[in-house]
């Protein structure tokens, strides 16, 4: 077996046992549970801060901290979870794939938050051509690579390209093995603070990439009213992160392991929408979030990474939104 079957195989083994590990957790809980699974990102943590201050329902609700993106999008899939915050091509694949889900907040904008980061020996992005590039192995991983190689002006074929989970990262770095690392935080500060530079981010293709929360189908129609719920808790942590900056920053960094100063740098790179603009995006007659995404869906399948369109619209409930009112 070839060194990507053994990481693919790797991959496989660890999403199963995680799978695992959340059915039996949920057990001795009520059937109508929602379960939510989220990975680590700066753009998320609203959620967990939610929990922490006591705004989320923990007799109706489970929050989970999943160890990557990929082991997300995959319990997802596979109904391990209800919700999950993912990024937007990557619900984009779901769609493709059959996954019945709704879109029911978007949660950030990447505004540099998203980046390609190289080695000290690596002057200008063109210099990244016959390196080792390392990219997280989730949609949002190949996109960053085709968006990075056409700011390079190469084709795949002039890199040597390694799709990995976001733990790996550092130590791949470590020992050696990657010139280029497309990934985020948290990795981005913790490969900075070993020696990478960041050589291309998420503000040179500023409203290509966005994190949506979504839900499966069934559930969006059998709990709308927890759903409704979930969103409604988000708004007023963001509130609260408005009112307290201070006090919400010592908070998540802790919960994450960073200092203050890296969490506010993680911030910098991404904006988060308030609830007028999110109503936008997502209600009336025409929701905003539809023409970017709608140029996200011809994108990728010009560069091959959807097979065929899919209808975004089908995921979106514009009179959904209006409940948080």
Known sequence: MDQN?????????????????????????????????????????????????????EDSVSLFELPSADITMEAFRNHSIDIAPLPLDGVLELLQDGTKLRIILVMDVSNGGDV???????????????????????????????????????????????????????DYYKRGLADVIITYDPVKTALQKVGMKVIFDSTEIPNEIFDVLVVHEDVYQRQTNEVCGIVKTWFKTL???????????????????????????????????????????????????????????????????LRDKVDVSTAIDAQFISCVK
Request: aromatic share 4%; net charge positive.
């Open 116 to 170: 390609a980061l190289v080695s000290p020996d690596i002057k200008k992005i063109s210099d990244i051509k016959g390196k080792r590039v390392v990219a997280v192995n989730i949609p949002l991983g190949l996109y960053m690579v085709r968006r990075l190689l056409d700011k390079a002006g190469l084709e795949r074929k002039d890199i040597n390209l390694q799709l990995i989970t976001e733990t790996e990262m550092v």
């Open 5 to 57: 079957g053994v990481k693919k195989r790797k991959l496989t083994c660890t999403i199963a046992a995680v799978i695992l590990l959340l059915l039996s957790s949920c057990v001795d809980q009520p059937e109508q549970t929602i379960r939510i699974g989220s990975s680590p990102w700066s753009g998320y943590e609203p959620l967990f801060l939610s929990r922490q201050l006591g705004y989320l329902d």
């Open 239 to 305: 509130h609260y992160m408005e009112q307290n900056p201070a006090a919400a920053a010592k908070k998540i960094s802790r919960r994450i392991g960073v200092t203050e100063a890296d969490f506010q740098t993680m911030m910098s790179g991404i904006v988060i929408p308030d609830q007028t603009r999110v109503m936008e995006m997502l209600g009336g007659s025409s929701p905003a979030l539809l023409a970017p995404a709608n140029r996200l869906v011809s994108l990728l399948v010009k560069e091959g990474l």
